[in-house]
Nanobody
Framework: QVQLVESGGGLVQAGGSLRLSCAVSRSTFSINAMDWFRQAPGKQRELVARINRDYSTNYADSVLGRFTISRDTAKNIVYLQMDSLQPEDTAVYYC????????WGQGTQVTVSS
């Protein structure tokens, strides 16, 4: 059973940056896609960024050009670099991967103050 542990969240002022990390308990070499989701209070969980096995990436329109997803296959870690953060980016951020099922981390809080 794969386990995911996120870290790197916190409080930052608008315009600032954070880097989230997600440590995966097994080799990520064969995982087809690794995702970052977020869920703001009162809103549905949404896909923020995806990195595929071939290192191609996809982003939600709301973060395109500001967030960058990357993966270190040797360390089994996926990152989310978040720049130019805005108050509307405030949410709990979740790492997620699909193997035989979709696994989720516990989430890390990101709060952006205006």
């Amino acid at each position: 059973q794969v386990q995911l542990v996120e870290s790197g969240g916190g409080l930052v002022q608008a315009g600032g940056s954070l880097r989230l990390s997600c440590a995966v308990s097994r080799s990520t070499f064969s995982i087809n896609a690794m995702d970052w989701f977020r869920q703001a209070p009162g809103k549905q969980r949404e896909l923020v960024a995806r990195i595929n096995r071939d290192y191609s990436t996809n982003y939600a329109d709301s973060v395109l050009g500001r967030f960058t997803i990357s993966r270190d296959t040797a360390k089994n870690i996926v990152y989310l670099q978040m720049d130019s953060l805005q108050p509307e980016d405030t949410a709990v951020y979740y790492c997620s991967v699909v193997t035989s099922y979709r696994a989720w981390g516990q989430g890390t809080q990101v709060t952006v103050s205006s």
